[in-house]
């Protein structure tokens, strides 16, 4: 991702969150807004911003678990800055797409050798893939009826976002158990849209496809034969999860709202997750807000508004302030980072080159 696209997307996010707080003072009266801010109770707010601490502090866990097991020079300190950046580049990227490789980049510069890093990062996003669809077809399951009840038209939303959700987990584990299938399948798909002229350097691709599905492969058996690894890292991504679908029920009781239980919180928690999944903008900017309030207004009632702004600057604007704050750090000589890796200064020497 280059410097230029980096600014421009966090000049959006930025114009987000300013349009965001515009509009809260727009529908909602700032006394009102104010006055809702002192009556709420800091214990359950501490409460919400520890969630997105121990959502973090997970996230780098999870990391850490495969990190360590493919370089056992591994630091904790290293699992958790390249973490940070991760989430900092899924927010400022469409689809989310920005986090891995610049992953793979740092993970590579802390002196993990980079088929070792691919691996942990295969590992990792298996995990919480699965653990994802898992979860959220038992929400389906249990507040299906509860959907249809409240919000009928957001119905196709959620399942498009299952669905795509359930799509990549089963493409990752087609790719792992039924390779030539797979590859077969990408071949075709590839010519198919050669001949119709939307895919140019056919051959290219095709030859990009064999390589990345032959890593793949060679990375899955190294997963396969660790399922004591699997099952650490399913478990921490489950309370990851839970954590995280917790802040806004902890927002809810701040509030001092009483009347719907702990599950149908976090499952409308989950639905916007789930709708915000196949947005295509950094932070899925728009969707997330909106579908937030749909779900939660007949739950936070006139907090609806505030509450979304709440619940938005914790899960996205922090992740972003603490992922550029990690990064900084990380670049920063005599700071979390050591001198790099030759990997790394061999591809900048190349860079350079060019």
Not at 105 to 112: D, P, S
Not at 125 to 143: C, E, G, P
Not at 225 to 245: A, G
Request: with cysteine.
């Amino acid at each position: 991702m280059s410097n230029r696209s980096k600014k421009i997307n966090l000049i959006i996010c930025g114009i987000a969150f300013v349009i965001m707080i515009g509009f809260l003072f727009f529908v909602d009266d700032p006394n009102d807004i104010l006055q809702a801010i002192q009556s709420s109770e800091p214990g359950f707010m501490l409460l919400a911003v520890l969630c997105i601490l121990l959502y973090w502090f997970f996230e780098a866990l999870t990391l850490h678990a495969v990190a360590k097991e493919v370089h056992p020079k591994q630091k904790f300190r290293n699992s958790l800055s390249v973490a940070m950046i991760g989430l900092y580049f899924n927010c400022i990227t469409p689809f989310a797409t920005g986090g891995q490789p610049i992953q793979a980049y740092y993970l590579v510069k802390f002196g993990v050798p980079l088929g070792s890093a691919l691996t942990a990062l295969l590992s990792k996003s298996i995990a919480y893939q699965a653990v994802l669809t898992v979860y959220s077809a038992v929400i389906l399951i249990f507040k299906l009826q509860y959907v249809v009840d409240t919000n009928p038209l957001m119905m196709p939303l959620i399942i498009v976002g299952f669905a795509v959700n359930t799509a990549v987990i089963m493409g990752l584990l087609m790719l792992a158990f039924f390779r030539k299938p797979t590859e077969k399948f990408a071949r075709f798909l590839v010519r198919l849209l050669g001949k119709i002229r939307i895919v140019k350097d056919m051959e290219g691709k095709l030859k990009y496809i064999d390589n990345e599905m032959e890593m793949y492969h060679k990375n899955f058996q190294f997963i396969k034969k660790r399922p004591l690894l699997i099952l650490k890292m399913c478990f921490y991504t489950v309370i990851q999860l839970i954590v995280y679908l917790s802040i806004s029920y902890m927002i809810y009781l701040a509030f001092g709202l009483k009347g719907t239980d702990y599950l149908t919180v976090i499952s409308c928690q989950a639905f916007v997750l789930l709708i915000s999944t196949f947005v295509p903008l950094p932070g899925a900017l728009g969707a997330a807000e909106g579908s937030y309030v749909l779900f939660f207004k007949e739950i936070f009632g006139g907090y609806v508004h505030l509450s979304t702004v709440i619940w938005r600057f914790l899960t996205f604007y922090m992740a972003i302030i603490g992922g550029m704050i990690f990064t900084l750090l990380v670049n920063k000589k005599g700071s979390f980072a050591p001198e790099e890796s030759a990997a790394v200064s061999s591809l900048d020497k190349k860079g350079g080159q060019q």
